[in-house]
């Protein structure tokens, strides 16, 4: 009985610990959760990861590629803005168990077809 | 077992580090502990800041600090229409345009309405063609436009080519990180750190703070050598304080704010016996549309077109207002548009394709729902359901003052409409003021030093500059008048740190 209470506990324990964390986790992040909570949070599990986290995995320039638009739009890439170039960190916008909420939204009508 | 150990451990060290922070601030300057020290040290990297970063960094200050509580730089510098007025320029000249320090004073003294200071107001506008040049030598480009703002007797306001203050802060910051200046995202000032009579040595910072999360990150205490620079902005986006000073400023009405202009700068200055003026002089901006958040596209594309365009109430189908007076009076006029139940019932801007479409904001407006296109008056009459004759006279009469070069109705300056009629295809866009721009704030002096409420004298290494200073501009500031004045007392406030 008692390796199994320990057994329950710790899994009870994980359980509470993911459900209160990791709530709308991203399933391409799949790999990252298997390697473990400290994987991104670099900073200590109950400090929000450091803005050079995410950017162990991400490039900025490539990125900014990614997301380029052209003509008209040109101006409006997130990850390459007129505004902040590529220094606004990821989690301004982007976050793993909360909403995302990009932060040009607060001003402009932008339609970001993956970003709502 | 291998990671809760590793949490386990962590948490002890960072109770132990909460614990210690309170301990060492104290008003005693001797038991502080401090985890930094820098020569000058800085708060907010908007314009205030990052000018007082470069003219430091010039006078050859060798260790100069910026903190900026967010994870982006430039707070509501960065989102700013990129208008600056300065007086006298080259540009102007080359244009035509006669101006003059005096006639720029004398405009916002205007504006001011007996509330504005002369002497802080001369001192910001002598300082404009340094302050012009300084952008330049940064890298900053200017259109070859100048740009009328509303209020104004002359045309001063010089834009750059991005039409956004990120036309600047880049630039700046550029230059600021190339005299070596350490520039810190999520380092949010908490409070100043004096001695018992009040001499300010150094600041509470929190280290690694996340936005909206108050108790993120931890606090350090830093050690400012020559001085502190609050340079945090105004308090737009703290819905419970401007609603405090200006009962008229509730959630019906938006800002155009950066999400960190919440005041904090002001009130830990106010809590160490700082100065407070004009609070309640709060602007709301006359131009902004409520078909997008904050500033957006809709408040360029308005200002474009204001000296030629009409703004019309719906209930009568007229013109109520000067379109191109000043802002408090435009919006103050404009909040008073309301429905039978007296809910908002925005003015509608109607503009002139034929030169509306000049201004290169005309397609995003468009596209993004701010404005729209219509053919006719009958066409806009039935969408926005306004009485259709009164509305088809006021635009015939409007075509007689263009005519006439002169406005019976209002005393609008026709001299930027010459010519421009009102003809089919119209553009639309609605108007109802946003919360703008806080003139009140920390009383200053020439030396951007801040002065104690108690006695009207400077607080010993305590400077502030840009939006959190007050009583620069009284009653109400004129459009483009922000940008000379956060940079003139950002330069000014490095001057007096690298003096003192
Ligand atoms: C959308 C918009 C358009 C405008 N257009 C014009 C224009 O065209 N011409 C003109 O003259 N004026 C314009 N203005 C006004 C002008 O831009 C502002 O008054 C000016 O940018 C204020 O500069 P600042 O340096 O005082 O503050 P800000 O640029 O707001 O910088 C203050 C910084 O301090 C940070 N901060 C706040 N609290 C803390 C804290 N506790 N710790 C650390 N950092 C903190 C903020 O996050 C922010 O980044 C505009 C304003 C807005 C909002």
Redesign the pocket.
């Known amino acids: 009985m008692k390796p199994m209470t320990t057994l329950l506990v710790l899994a009870l324990g994980g359980f509470i610990a993911l459900s209160a964390q990791a709530r709308d986790k991203r399933d391409y992040h799949e790999t990252v959760y298997d390697s473990g909570c400290k994987t991104c949070h670099d900073q200590g599990l109950k400090s929000f990861p450091s803005d050079e986290s995410c950017l162990q995995c991400h490039d900025m320039t490539k990125l900014a590629d990614q997301t380029k638009r052209e003509g008209h739009d040109a101006k409006q890439n997130p990850h390459d803005s007129m505004h902040y170039g590529q220094e606004a960190p990821c989690m301004e916008c982007h976050g793993e168990h909360t909403k995302k909420h990009a932060i040009c939204m607060d001003c402009h009508n932008f339609d970001y077809p993956k970003f709502n | 077992m291998q990671t809760r150990r590793s949490f386990l451990k962590f948490g002890v060290g960072a109770a132990a580090i909460g614990a210690l922070a309170p301990l060492s601030v104290s008003a005693n300057s001797s038991d502080v502990i401090w985890d930094e020290e820098h020569e000058v040290v800085i708060?907010?990297?908007?314009?205030?800041?990052l000018a007082a970063a470069v003219e430091a960094g010039k006078l050859g200050a060798k260790d100069i600090v910026v903190?900026?509580?967010?994870g982006v730089?430039?707070?509501?510098?960065t989102?700013?229409?990129?208008?600056?007025c300065f007086a006298d320029t080259d540009l102007q000249r080359k244009l035509g345009i006669k101006d003059s320090v005096d006639l720029m004073v004398q405009d916002q003294l205007a504006s001011g309405r007996g509330y504005a200071s002369e002497i802080l107001l001369r001192h910001s506008a002598e300082l404009g063609p340094y302050v012009y040049q300084l952008t330049k030598d940064c890298g900053c480009v200017y259109r070859d436009h100048i740009i009328n703002t509303g209020g104004t007797s002359v045309t001063r306001s010089h834009q750059v080519v991005e039409r956004s203050?990120a036309g600047f802060i880049r630039p700046m910051l550029k230059t600021a990180r190339s005299y070596g200046v350490k520039t810190k995202t999520r380092?949010?000032?908490e409070g100043l750190i004096t001695t018992e009579d009040g001499t300010v040595l150094g600041i509470k910072v929190r280290k690694n703070y996340q936005t909206d999360h108050e108790d993120s990150g931890t606090l350090i205490n830093v050690r400012a050598e020559k001085g502190v620079l609050i340079?945090?902005?105004?308090f737009a986006a703290n819905v419970a304080f401007r609603q405090a000073l200006d009962p008229t400023l509730g959630d019906e009405v938006g800002h155009?704010?950066?999400r960190?202009?919440?005041g904090?700068?002001l009130i830990a200055m106010l809590a160490e016996g700082a100065m407070p003026i004009h609070l309640s002089f709060i602007q709301s901006g006359p131009w902004a549309s409520p078909d997008e958040g904050?500033?957006g596209y809709g408040a360029g594309f308005s200002l474009y077109n204001f000296p030629h365009s009409i703004a019309i109430d719906r209930n009568t189908g007229e013109r109520f207002m000067n379109e191109t007076a000043d802002r408090k009076h435009r919006a103050d006029l404009e909040i008073q548009r309301r429905d039978k139940d007296g809910k908002p019932h925005p003015a509608l801007l109607i503009a002139p394709k034929h030169e509306a479409q000049k201004d290169p904001s005309m397609d995003n407006v468009l596209r993004y729902n701010v404005a729209w296109e219509f053919d006719s008056i009958e066409a806009i009459a039935k969408h926005f359901e306004l009485p259709l004759k009164p509305f088809q006279k006021q635009v015939d009469d409007w075509n007689k003052y263009v005519k006439a070069g002169e406005d019976p109705q209002f005393g609008k300056r026709m001299n930027m409409g010459t010519g421009i009629y009102m003809t089919a295809p119209f553009i639309v866009q609605r108007l109802w003021p946003k919360v703008?721009?806080c003139q009140g704030g920390i009383q200053i002096n020439t030396k951007a030093e801040v002065i104690a409420a108690k006695n009207g004298k400077p607080i010993p290494n305590l400077y502030a500059a840009?939006?959190?200073s007050g009583g620069v501009h009284g009653v109400s500031r004129l459009?483009?008048?922000?940008?000379p004045d956060?940079m003139a007392f950002g330069v000014t406030a490095a001057r007096s740190m690298m003096k003192a």
């Not at chain 2, 459009?479 to 940008?483: A, R």
Request: charged share 10%.
């Open positions: 708060v907010g990297s908007g314009f205030a800041g903190f900026e509580k967010l730089y430039g707070g509501n510098s989102l700013n229409a990129g208008q600056a203050g380092h949010k000032f340079a945090t902005g105004g155009t704010n950066a960190g202009a919440t904090d700068g904050g500033f703008h721009y840009g939006e959190v459009g483009g008048c922000s940008t956060c």
